[in-house]
């Protein structure tokens, strides 16, 4: 968190992250948090940060691709550990899911990402990162009664970073090339 760049302009609210972080009080009150934001503008980063100051205040925190966490659950379906690793992810303080909604979901998905959800209702937090606005999400969930419930379950008691401008990756490469950014 100490590593955070504020210089750059992309709408990163140094007040709301320091209240935050302040003891990690969003995951001890089991609130969420959505990062949300174009292609290379720090959100993973600032996921993983997040992360780690929880974990530094006290709490268990697991950090997973979307892709990643649905090729686990597909596993973990097909070895017979389904059920196990389902209540991992609902046992675990902060849950991060980076990617979440790039892609639309399948069957399967859709109802192991509800039953995560219901697991951590008012009981955990859950952090998302996205390039999709909040408002698309319920397209790539696809069923709609499916995505009522995990949106009703996420949205309502969730922090929203909404981060903008140009790829920090794009602007380091063209700091590391002398170019001007």
């Not at 389902?86 to 979901?105: E, F, H, K, S």
Request: proline fraction near 3%; charge should be positive; hydrophobic fraction near 40%.
């Amino acid at each position: 968190m100490e590593d955070i760049d504020y210089r750059t302009s992309r709408g990163l609210d140094r007040q709301l992250v320091r209240s935050l972080t302040a003891e990690s009080a969003w995951v001890r009150e089991h609130q969420h948090l959505f990062l949300i934001g174009p292609t290379g503008i720090g959100k993973t980063w600032l996921a993983r940060a997040l992360a780690q100051k929880a974990c530094r205040d006290g709490y268990t925190a697991l950090f997973l691709k979307a892709a990643e966490l649905f090729r686990d659950l597909g596993v973990a379906r097909a070895d017979g550990s389904h059920s196990k690793l389902l209540d991992r992810l609902g046992r675990v303080d902060l849950l991060v899911v980076d990617d979440w909604a790039m892609a639309p979901m399948s069957e399967p998905e859709r109802r192991d990402f509800l039953e995560i959800c219901d697991a951590r209702y008012q009981a955990r937090s859950t952090l998302l990162t996205s390039q999709l606005p909040v408002a698309s999400w319920h397209a790539q969930i696809g069923d709609p009664t499916i995505a009522d419930s995990i949106l009703d379950r996420l949205v309502h008691n969730a922090h929203r970073i909404e981060l903008q401008g140009e790829s920090m990756r794009k602007k380091r490469r063209g700091k590391t090339n002398g170019d001007v950014p």
